[in-house]
């Protein structure tokens, strides 16, 4: 029954799941008023700062009119990404890229362009939960296939997501290296994705904004290096964690399938263009010399191992080790992850600080799956995870509905 | 049949109109190649410096990271944006602010929190053609009203619009003053559709970007104003136009509706953040002495009148003359003016120049209807104007399909 003078908002309005990542923002505010300092370990929000060159940009902006720029992004952006792209093994042309208002923006066009309502696609879980909200925005249905801890979150059997494919079926879809978990993708696991695109004809999405956040020696292969995928794969990528800019909002699609390209062209002709302004300090960052790079990996191995050591330090929790981005899920002793990360911004805090996470049943479809875990982002320097952490010890210590 | 190899798009991606604004981009890049010079008569795109205080925020940005910002858009900023609403009469929160990537974004939420797959919008036409790409990309049915070029496109009678009206009716949605007939909508006519919103239960969309661009003393009502609408209210709006700053893409979404906020919010949460940095730009913006949109009202009140004496000088153009934002829509004497406007980029030009336009049947629902029309944005200096109108003059006097 509709109340009258109170129209009806939408069946995906109403019912969309609220980011994990963000569901909690309210409670912060209200412990930021309070007077406690949180460490914000729910958010993949890197302290590093941005390139200098891409900040020397911003200082130095000549121009007079804050004008459009083209839908898919300067001539320029997208002649130095092809740059960038081939020192990866990737080799591609300027046409078959469109910058896009952040990675979201790449995703939501690329669903829009290959999904009709009612479709489905498939994601190894657990994925980034806000990948079910782009699909819900389209009307699509996120089919999770559930990975396990135990392998650190490894592709599930290739028999187990082949079973899951049905002629609703518009794609596979990964994040390599995973957000949340940190795996990266071995190549004969992409191969194996690979090869069931090709053979059930649809399409093979890969997010790929953490390339560069590798451990121990991994090495990462790109959707766009196999032959004979051209025409299925399509790679969503992002300035934001590679440079440290994440507010920046520049991303990009990249595919070979000019069919894809032409109707995301026109979706992004519809909005007009992405941030100039932005784009203008990304295309200095390309530019940053390699050794930016090269320091933020050495400072994330370093976060990483911090991390990791400190939550086995904790009784009771598990962690999956990542070997990527920079994030894992770890296992507490607890059966509502969601509760416990309310409770420490309402009803924890020592020394006046507190921390705050991400419950990780929002990156599982089912409704109970992860329940018991949270996802640390280990984007803070390690002093300040070390006594993060430690908070989070404290805090397991304290909860009242713990399970052991 | 599927070709094997080749994945199949989606049918919106495949069916989806391309932009009249940008669809002729390709051949424009082509003319540029050839040495001739564009005057873009085609896209709202102002000439106007962007304000000091904007340009100054960028050269003096202070932040190391570009980090991202709440995914509503900053305390700080929604506050300023509701001393601004103040001055035109329109009394709100904060908490009623959403703060977008462009007006394109604040239409796309407020589609995707109010619409379900099927669904229908009523738009009197002409409309801004990529309310119908950002219809289609929900899965919504434009039904457009049609509005005469003899009253200057002024609303349709109120029992035509009431006729469409059907339990598939999610909105009512205009854009005031209106892109790209130039009309400014009467307090009586917003209040009759307002009633007409409250009396079906459906919501009331008023896209407001170009509130402050009013000529011949027209005054602005906003669809906030009226007493009883609170909940079926949603304003669209930008910082593009007033600011002269379209690539910062910052617009935003304003309802006293809390179940559109809360749902608009989850979407928002699940793209992250507006831009950041032209968010930093736009604060500023606001803070503009008022002279500084004064002085731009001022130079499209010239840009105007020279629009449109130009045009009705010339012989077989008729003009339905605007009163508001900055387009207007001529009538030539031609049966095809997609044909018309490609053939000027590629096959026309006086001393190395030509001009780009808007083909008008891009702004109309059907098939066939504004075939004959095109859309002028006069947004380039009145000198520059003249010249880009005496080329239109020439064109038609050269132009091979003319009908007289």
Not at 15 to 25: D, F, G, Q, V, W
Not at 236 to 256: E, N
Not at 389 to 402: G, Q, S, T, V
Request: proline share 6%; aromatic share 8%.
């Amino acid at each position: 029954m509709q109340t009258i003078g109170m129209p009806k908002i939408s069946r995906k309005g109403a019912n969309l799941p609220t980011s994990p990542i963000r569901k909690l923002a309210h409670q912060a505010t209200l412990a930021n008023e309070r007077g406690v300092h949180i460490y914000h370990l729910n958010i993949g929000q890197p302290d590093l700062p941005s390139p200098k060159s891409a900040l020397t940009a911003l200082r130095t902006y000549e121009e007079k009119v804050i004008a459009y720029g083209p839908s898919e992004g300067t001539k320029s952006f997208r002649m130095k990404l092809t740059t960038y792209y081939k020192k990866h093994n990737i080799d591609i042309s300027p046409e078959d890229i469109l910058v896009t208002t952040g990675a979201s923006e790449a995703i939501i066009m690329a669903l829009d362009c290959i999904t009709n309502e009612g479709d489905e696609l498939i994601i190894p879980e657990p994925f980034y939960a806000n990948y079910e909200t782009f699909a819900a925005a389209c009307g699509v249905k996120v089919i999770g296939v559930p990975s396990a801890f135990e392998t650190q979150f490894a592709l599930p059997e290739i028999d187990d997501i082949e079973a899951a494919i049905n002629p609703k079926t518009r794609a596979l879809f990964i994040c390599n290296p995973n957000n949340p978990s940190g795996y990266v993708y071995k190549k004969e696991e992409l191969k194996a994705l690979a090869e069931l695109a090709i053979k059930h004809d649809i399409f093979f999405i890969v997010d790929e904004v953490y390339r560069e956040f590798l451990y121990d020696g991994e090495t990462h292969t790109s959707v766009l290096e196999f032959e004979g995928l051209a025409q299925h794969a399509i790679l969503i990528d992002s300035m934001s964690k590679r440079y440290s800019m994440c507010g920046a909002r520049i991303g990009c699609l990249v595919t070979k399938n000019k069919e894809v390209v032409a109707a995301a062209l026109k979706f992004a002709q519809s909005r007009l263009c992405p941030p100039t302004i932005a784009l203008h300090a990304c295309e200095a960052a390309i530019d940053e010399p390699s050794a930016y790079l090269t320091e933020s990996v050495r400072e994330y191995t370093q976060r990483r191992t911090t991390a990791i050591k400190s939550l086995q330090a904790i009784p009771g929790v598990e962690v999956a080790v990542p070997k990527g981005a920079f994030y894992c899920l770890a296992r507490l002793p607890i059966t509502d992850s969601d509760h416990f990360a309310k409770w420490m911004l309402e009803s924890f805090s020592v020394d006046n600080e507190t921390l705050m996470v991400a419950p990780a049943n929002g990156f599982f479809s089912g409704d109970k799956t992860g329940k018991d875990m949270i996802r640390i982002a280990f984007v803070l320097e390690s002093k300040k995870l070390v006594r993060a952490l430690d908070l989070l010890r404290l805090a397991l210590e304290k909860y009242p509905n713990k399970t052991i």
